[in-house]
């Protein structure tokens, strides 16, 4: 068992990821840097945040993140514990990076593997949930070095014209979520 040392020295155990099949029923846990080391699929969750004005709240990963740092992304994402629903890890991760709560809603799930160059893969049955909200998070440095609001409209464009500035699930799941939030309205 690995463990880290937290706030006042209390030991706590590494973080662990769900592993799933292909219809994501659980079949065990794994480390989290062990399961993107073997790219592994386990299950994963991606909150989107919009406004009223139907613009997404995005956060710039921060610089000192293992994977992917320093680039924009959906409001938040992360891994479900187990014995955790999609939703309430979706709040956890919500307050703990992005420092708001807005009630989020599950939209869809769907597969998804991508290399990064450090050797690590990304290989997850992802749950996509939307929430509403107004509210400027309070981010917390150590996970989020920036945020901004941004058209979905100027997304797609952006994402188009400048593609290395985002994270590779983000632009996978943009995608989907854009068309899905359009078939929506119809």
């Not at 769900?18 to 079949?27: A, G, N, P, S």
């Not at 891994?79 to 992005?98: I, K, V, W, Y």
């Not at 509403?132 to 997304?155: C, H, R, T």
């Amino acid at each position: 068992m690995w463990y880290l040392l937290g706030n006042f020295g209390e030991i706590m155990e590494k973080e662990k990821v769900v592993l799933v099949d292909l219809e994501d029923r659980q079949i065990g846990t794994m480390e989290k840097i062990e399961a993107h080391a073997k790219a592994v699929l386990h299950r994963a969750f991606s909150v989107f945040v919009l406004n009223a004005n139907q613009e997404l709240l995005l956060q710039q990963r921060a610089l000192d993140k293992y994977h992917s740092p320093g680039l924009w992304t959906n409001t938040c994402c992360s891994h479900q514990r187990e014995g955790e629903t999609s939703l309430e890890a979706g709040d956890r991760r919500m307050m703990e990076e992005m420092g708001i709560t807005v009630p989020l809603k599950e939209l869809f799930t769907f597969i998804y593997k991508a290399t990064f160059d450090n050797g690590l893969t990304e290989h997850e049955l992802d749950h996509v949930m939307v929430g509403y909200g107004e509210q400027d998070p309070m981010v917390n440095p150590d996970e989020v070095a920036a945020f901004k609001w941004m058209s979905l409209e100027a997304i797609e464009k952006d994402l188009i014209e400048n593609p290395k500035n985002y994270t590779v699930w983000f632009a996978i799941i943009f995608d989907r979520f854009y068309k899905h939030i359009k078939n929506q309205k119809k």
